[in-house]
Structures are given as structure tokens and as C-alpha cells.
């Protein structure tokens, strides 16, 4: 193989001067700050299904570099944190054998057989997900069946719409109190005081409801009920620089305006007054912002294609959520990206190398 080719297809972050294991620990921390907010609601079942999947992925990785001269390479941590953020994506009460087979798929079939690190062009943790979200679709669904999005979907089925367009309204019709938040309850009280002390400020309140995303103790996946602590994670990795910060802030950018252009229509509102609180902080938005589209290992390598990925990403993610009836799309719309990336590379290389020159 030509020297550029194994300089361009091999090496995980010609762009990033943080090490990759310094960035595997820190995304592994930053999912298992959200796994274990969400396992404090659950008995421990979401972090039941995070150690299932870590041990599965870890112990894969380690037969393919059992007996070679990579077997130290399992330090770096890559098994790990793509385990943790295969977890962030499963429903908090799955069967812990989905995410174990998840997990062995994620490193076998869509890390390792493509050659490891660096190698691969789709996200094992994304693979992982679409492995179990399409084996076992119906298993996947009645996992979810009694979570926010899908009660949303419900109701909407049933004919529920809403004036002002409030998927969280069409909540509250479909399921009575759920997301609702009681005089006296924490969340009422975080809730009054920022009402009462913040935005009157600026003349606008907050709806019942809103502070339960950061501490949902309902069904749902795994990241949708942590989200409070996924945000500080998703603040130390930023801080951190382990990769281009700009990128989620350009996939947030174009899928939260498409929000609210368009996003209130499919719940009968109008247009130009869509919800973007609710589509940014449910449906896993913030792992395939921060950890899954901005993740430099399966990712373009210049600027212009990193840029271009992920606006495609944000629009491709209101299409399957909004109108495609996929309540996880963000992260259908990360493996359709990723599947770009042999592409996007190749044009890439044709570019960098255009002069003819060798490194």
C-alpha cells in the first residue's frame, strides 16, 4: 500500500494533537457521568447494561489482538469508550444479552474487520446500535414503548395535536401528569426560581414540564435520562479541545433551525414555532453531537468536509425524527453520514495529494 495511503486511512487524528487514548478516557468518562445519573432511577439496570457492554467489547477486542504485537493496544481505551457509548443508546431496561451481542458486533464486525482504529468509516458504537435496532426491532420497541417519544408518537396516532405545536403538551394530553411537575417537588421549585428570577427578565416562563429532561427516572434510553450530567461531560470534553468544537455547534446550528422553521408542523402548530428544547435535550441529540458526529476517528479529515458532515447530519436528523417517524433519528442520520466517509476521504486524498507530492 502507497506510504499516503496508510498516512491518510490509518491514522485516527492526523488533525488532533491530544493522543487518542487521553480522548477515549475522556468521552468514557463523560458517558459514564450520564449512565450513572440515569442508573440512580433504575435500581442500577442502566449500569448493569453499560458493564455488559464494556465487558463484551473489551473481551472481543482482546481475542483480535491476542498473541500479535497490538495486545497492548486494548489500554487505549477505544473498546471502552465506544462500549459506553453504545450503552448511552440502548433503552435503561433492554435485556442486558442485546447489549453484550451489540457490543461484540460494534468491535468485530465494524471496528476490527476493517483493520481497527483509525480504519473503520462508521462509529462502532452507531453499529452496534443499528445492529440491535434492526435485528430486533419489535424487542427495541416494546423497550420503549412506555418512554416520552413514544407516547408522543402515540398520541399523535390517536389524532392528538396541539395549537401552539408543543410535542410536550401533546405529552401531557396523551399520558396525564406525565413530565409534570408537583407544587413542592424539586423540579417545581428549579422551575419557579427561574421563572421568578431569570426569565421574567426577558418576558418569557418556562412550561410545566421542562426541568424533568434533566432528571427523567422514566423509561427511555439511557442518554435521554442522564442528560443532565452528559451536558457537564459534553463541557469537560470541549474544554478538553479532544476535537473540533465547531462541529456540534454547526450540526446543533442547522438542526435546531430547521426545528423552528418546520419542526411545530407535524404536531399542528405553525410554522416558525417549533420546539428546540425539546428537540435538543430528547432522542439522543446530545451523544451525536458531542461523542458520535463530532468523533475524529470516523469523521472527515479537513475542515470543509468535517463542516459539510455535519450539516448534513443536522438535516438529515429533523427528517428522520420529524418526518420520518424515527424517534432516534439522530442517530440513523450519523450512520448515513458515516457511510459517506470512505467518500468524503477519498476526495480528500485526491485534493491533498493533487500536487503529486509524497509525505
Not at 500500500?1 to 491514522?11: A, F, G, N
Not at 487505549?76 to 447489549?99: R, T
Not at 470516523?298 to 458532515?309: Q, Y
Request: glycine share 12%; hydrophobic share 50%; aromatic share 12%.
Amino acid at each position: 500500500m502507497p506510504e499516503k495511503d496508510v498516512l491518510w486511512y490509518q491514522r485516527a487524528q492526523i488533525h488532533l494533537s491530544c493522543p487518542s487514548a487521553e480522548r477515549m478516557w475522556l468521552v468514557s468518562l463523560c458517558a459514564g457521568l450520564a449512565i450513572f445519573q440515569s442508573s440512580l432511577s433504575d435500581s442500577f439496570a442502566s449500569l448493569f447494561i453499560a458493564l455488559s457492554t464494556v465487558l463484551a467489547a473489551v473481551l472481543t477486542e482482546f481475542l483480535f489482538y491476542f498473541r500479535t504485537e497490538k495486545a497492548g493496544m486494548v489500554r487505549d481505551g477505544s473498546s471502552v469508550a465506544s462500549a459506553l457509548v453504545l450503552a448511552l443508546l440502548l433503552p435503561n431496561n433492554l435485556h442486558p444479552i442485546y447489549a453484550v451481542m451489540g457490543g461484540v458486533f460494534a468491535m468485530a464486525v465494524v471496528k476490527h474487520s476493517f483493520g481497527g482504529l483509525g480504519s473503520n468509516w462508521m462509529n462502532p458504537a452507531i453499529g452496534g446500535w443499528l445492529f440491535i435496532r434492526c435485528s430486533w426491532p419489535d424487542t427495541f420497541n416494546k423497550a420503549l414503548e412506555m418512554s416520552p417519544l413514544a407516547i408522543v408518537s402515540a398520541g399523535m396516532g390517536q389524532g392528538l395535536l396541539d395549537p401552539s405545536g408543543s410535542p410536550l403538551e401533546i405529552l401531557h394530553l396523551a399520558e396525564a401528569g406525565y413530565f409534570s411537575s408537583p407544587a413542592g417537588s424539586l423540579e417545581w421549585m428549579v422551575q419557579s426560581f427561574l421563572n421568578s428570577r431569570l426569565f421574567s427578565i426577558i418576558g418569557i416562563e418556562l412550561p410545566d414540564g421542562y426541568i424533568e429532561f434533566f432528571n427523567s427516572s422514566g423509561i427511555g434510553i439511557i442518554a435521554d435520562r442522564g442528560v443532565f450530567a452528559l451536558l457537564l461531560g459534553t463541557i469537560i470534553i470541549t474544554a478538553s479541545q479532544i476535537s473540533r468544537s465547531w462541529v456540534p455547534a454547526v450540526y446543533l446550528g442547522v438542526y435546531g433551525l430547521l426545528i423552528r422553521l418546520f419542526g411545530a408542523l407535524p404536531f399542528g402548530g405553525a410554522l416558525g414555532n417549533g420546539d428546540i428544547f425539546f428537540g435538543f435535550f430528547s432522542g439522543g441529540t446530545m451523544v451525536a453531537a458531542f461523542l458520535l458526529i463530532a468523533d475524529p476517528a470516523t469523521g472527515p479529515k479537513s475542515n470543509w468536509g468535517a463542516l459539510l458532515m455535519a450539516a448534513g447530519a443536522g438535516g438529515l436528523t429533523f427528517i428522520f425524527r420529524y418526518h420520518g417517524l424515527e424517534a432516534y433519528g439522530a442517530f440513523v442520520a450519523v450512520g448515513m453520514i458515516n457511510a459517506l466517509v470512505p467518500l468524503m476521504r477519498d476526495m480528500e486524498s485526491r485534493r491533498f495529494y493533487e500536487t503529486g507530492s509524497t509525505v
